[in-house]
C-alpha cells in the first residue's frame, strides 16, 4: 500500500504570524486559516502537486527547547543571491544562530520562533527545487531510516547529498528528502513533522499497516480518538501522520 508525502507540518505558539513569515520568506502565500491551522504554498499551487511541499502551521503551548531534527534547506543560484537572500531573511525576522556549524558555506539562520534554516551556497542538484532545496531530517542511522522512509513517501532515491541518503519525487519535481547523520538521543516530541497520505481511492487502514509492517510504531502526541489521521513513529522515533487518501 502505496502512501506519500503530503505536508510538512511546523508547530507554533503563534501559526498565523509564523505562517506570514514562512510566505514571504518563500515568496509564496497564506491559504486556508483557521484556529487550529494555517497552511502556505506557491501560488497557484495544485495541491498535493510534489513540485512542492506545502507548509501546515498547528498551534501548540510549548515553546521549542532543543535543536530541531528536521529543518528545510534553500536554494540559491549564485554567492550573490545567497547573500541577498540572507539579508532579505533577517529583514523579514529572522535571526543568525550558531548551532556548532563552524566554517560552512551555507548560512545557518532562525525563523521567529527559533526553527533553523539555511540558506545553501549555490549547487546545481538544486537548480530545479524551488526555493525549498531540501527537507533535512537528522538520523542515526540514515541507511536504515531511508529504507522506511523510501516506503512512507513512494519517493526515489536522489544524489543530493554525500553524507548519508536522499529522495525526491519519481516525477524529478520539487524539494529533496534528506536524512543525514548527526543527531543525539530524542528528547521530545519533533516540532516539524512529515505528513503522507495514500492516495486517492486507496486504503488508509491498510497503509497503516504496511507502514507499521515497515518499522513504524504507534505514536500519542495527545491527537485523541475524534482525528482522521493515524500518528506514527518512524524507527528512529520521529512522529509524522498517516492522513486519510488524497
Not at 498547528?58 to 541577498?84: M, W, Y
Request: proline share 9%; glycine share 10%; aromatic share 6%.
Amino acid at each position: 500500500m502505496t502512501t506519500r508525502l503530503v505536508h510538512l507540518v511546523v508547530d507554533a505558539a503563534e501559526p498565523a504570524r509564523l505562517a506570514r513569515f514562512w510566505a514571504a520568506a518563500l515568496r509564496w502565500e497564506v491559504g486556508a486559516e483557521e484556529d487550529d491551522e494555517v497552511d502556505v504554498c506557491p501560488g497557484g499551487y495544485n495541491y498535493p502537486d510534489p513540485a512542492a511541499l506545502p507548509l501546515v502551521f498547528v498551534p501548540v503551548p510549548e515553546p521549542k527547547a532543543v535543536k530541531n531534527r528536521v529543518h528545510l534547506d534553500l536554494a540559491t543560484t549564485s554567492a550573490a543571491h545567497q547573500a541577498a537572500e540572507v539579508e532579505r531573511q533577517l529583514r523579514l525576522g529572522a535571526l543568525r544562530v550558531d548551532i556548532g556549524q563552524g566554517d560552512v558555506p551555507w548560512q545557518v539562520l532562525a525563523d521567529p520562533e527559533g526553527n533553523e534554516v539555511c540558506v545553501l551556497d549555490p549547487r546545481p542538484v538544486y537548480r530545479d527545487t524551488g526555493p525549498v532545496a531540501a527537507v533535512v531530517c537528522d538520523c542515526a542511522d540514515p541507511a536504515s531510516a531511508g529504507a522506511f522512509w523510501a516506503l512512507a513517501t513512494g519517493w526515489v532515491p536522489g544524489d543530493s547529498v554525500q553524507d548519508g541518503v536522499s529522495f525526491r519525487s519519481s516525477q524529478g519535481v520539487g524539494p529533496y528528502l534528506e536524512l543525514v547523520p548527526g543527531c543525539g538521543e530524542k528528547l521530545v516530541k519533533n516540532r516539524i513533522h512529515l505528513d503522507v497520505a495514500p492516495y486517492r481511492g486507496d486504503d488508509h487502514a491498510g497503509a497503516v499497516k504496511a507502514l507499521l509492517g515497515a518499522g513504524a510504531v504507534p505514536a500519542d502526541v495527545g491527537q485523541g480518538d475524534e482525528v482522521s489521521w493515524t500518528v506514527l513513529a518512524d524507527p528512529e522515533g520521529s512522529e509524522f501522520c498517516v492522513l486519510t487518501p488524497r
